[in-house]
C-alpha cells in the first residue's frame, strides 16, 4: 500500500549536527524516489552559557535589583526572551544586547551575549542561589548555572541609651542583625532623616563567595 502524507516528524540525536544552517530534503522510497526541492533549512544553536559573574554579585532581597548576565547564545525568537531561574525563582528576562542574526529559522532569531532581568523585592529567598538561562522553545536549551549571594536587610531590634540627652555626644549602641560591610564600606545609620557617623562595628563573620570582601 502507498500513502500520500502531510506531516512528518523526524527526531534529531542530540549532538547530531554542528552550530549552523542546515538544508533539510525529503526522498520518498522507491519507485517513486523523487526529492523534495524547496530551500528549507534548520537552524541548529548551542546551549546558552553565562560566561562572567552576575553584575551585581551580590543584592539586597528587600530590594528592587536589575542583574546583568554576560554570555553567548541567549536567544531573542521574535521577540520572546530567555527565562532566568534565580534560586528556584522563574523570571523573564527584561532585555538583551550584544545581538547577531542566526540564519536558517522560521522566527526571526538573534543570539546576544548580554541579558538584564528585573527582580522584585522580595522575589529571592536569601544565601547562595544558582542563576541559570533557558532559551524560548523551540531551542528551549539550559546554561550550567553560575552563583548569586542574597543577603536580607539589615533588621534592628534595639538602639541604647532611650531617650538620649540632647545637651551631650551621645554614642548609640544599636543591635540588631545583617549589618554588611562590603569592601571595607559600613553601613548608612540614620537618625530622623540625619546621618551619623559609625565609630566602631563588633559581632562580624566573614561572608564567603562574593568578588566583594563582606562581613555581616
Same mark, same amino acid.
Given at each position: 500500500?502507498?500513502?500520500?502524507?502531510?506531516?512528518?516528524?523526524?527526531?534529531?540525536?542530540?549532538?547530531?549536527?554542528?552550530?549552523?544552517?542546515?538544508?533539510?530534503?525529503?526522498?520518498?522510497?522507491?519507485?517513486?524516489?523523487?526529492?523534495?526541492?524547496?530551500?528549507?533549512?534548520?537552524?541548529?544553536?548551542?546551549?546558552?552559557?553565562?560566561?562572567?559573574?552576575?553584575?551585581? &554579585? %551580590?543584592?539586597?532581597?528587600?530590594?528592587?535589583?536589575?542583574?546583568?548576565?554576560?554570555?553567548?547564545?541567549?536567544?531573542?525568537?521574535?521577540?520572546?526572551?530567555?527565562?532566568?531561574?534565580?534560586? #528556584?525563582?522563574?523570571?523573564?528576562?527584561?532585555?538583551?544586547?550584544?545581538?547577531?542574526?542566526?540564519?536558517?529559522?522560521?522566527?526571526?532569531?538573534?543570539?546576544?551575549?548580554?541579558?538584564?532581568?528585573?527582580?522584585?523585592?522580595?522575589?529571592?529567598?536569601?544565601?547562595?542561589?544558582?542563576?541559570?538561562?533557558?532559551?524560548?522553545?523551540?531551542?528551549?536549551?539550559?546554561?550550567?548555572?553560575?552563583?548569586?549571594?542574597?543577603?536580607?536587610?539589615?533588621?534592628?531590634?534595639?538602639?541604647?541609651?532611650?531617650?538620649?540627652?540632647?545637651? &551631650?555626644?551621645?554614642? %548609640? &549602641?544599636?543591635?540588631?542583625?545583617?549589618?554588611?560591610?562590603?569592601?571595607?564600606?559600613?553601613?548608612?545609620?540614620?537618625?530622623?532623616?540625619?546621618?551619623?557617623?559609625?565609630?566602631?562595628?563588633? #559581632?562580624?563573620?566573614?561572608?564567603?563567595?562574593?568578588?566583594?570582601?563582606?562581613?555581616?
Amino acid at each position: 500500500d502507498a500513502y500520500s502524507c502531510t506531516t512528518l516528524v523526524a527526531t534529531l540525536p542530540q549532538n547530531a549536527l554542528p552550530e549552523g544552517s542546515h538544508p533539510v530534503s525529503v526522498t520518498n522510497p522507491a519507485p517513486a524516489a523523487c526529492s523534495s526541492e524547496e530551500n528549507v533549512s534548520i537552524a541548529v544553536v548551542g546551549s546558552p552559557e553565562i560566561t562572567a559573574p552576575p553584575q551585581p &554579585d %551580590l543584592v539586597c532581597t528587600g530590594e528592587d535589583e536589575s542583574l546583568v548576565l554576560t554570555g553567548d547564545g541567549f536567544l531573542d525568537a521574535g521577540g520572546a526572551l530567555p527565562s532566568v531561574t534565580i534560586g #528556584g525563582q522563574t523570571l523573564q528576562a527584561s532585555s538583551v544586547s550584544g545581538c547577531s542574526d542566526v540564519g536558517g529559522t522560521q522566527i526571526p532569531t538573534r543570539s546576544c551575549t548580554t541579558l538584564t532581568v528585573d527582580i522584585p523585592a522580595g522575589t529571592l529567598p536569601e544565601g547562595q542561589l544558582d542563576v541559570s538561562v533557558t532559551n524560548p522553545a523551540p531551542a528551549a536549551c539550559s546554561s550550567p548555572p553560575v552563583t548569586l549571594y542574597a543577603l536580607p536587610p539589615p533588621v534592628v531590634d534595639a538602639s541604647r541609651p532611650s531617650p538620649p540627652c540632647t545637651q &551631650d555626644p551621645t554614642a %548609640l &549602641d544599636i543591635t540588631g542583625s545583617g549589618f554588611a560591610v562590603v569592601d571595607g564600606v559600613q553601613p548608612v545609620v540614620e537618625v530622623e532623616g540625619s546621618q551619623v557617623n559609625i565609630t566602631s562595628m563588633s #559581632g562580624c563573620t566573614a561572608y564567603p563567595g562574593p568578588a566583594e570582601t563582606v562581613q555581616i
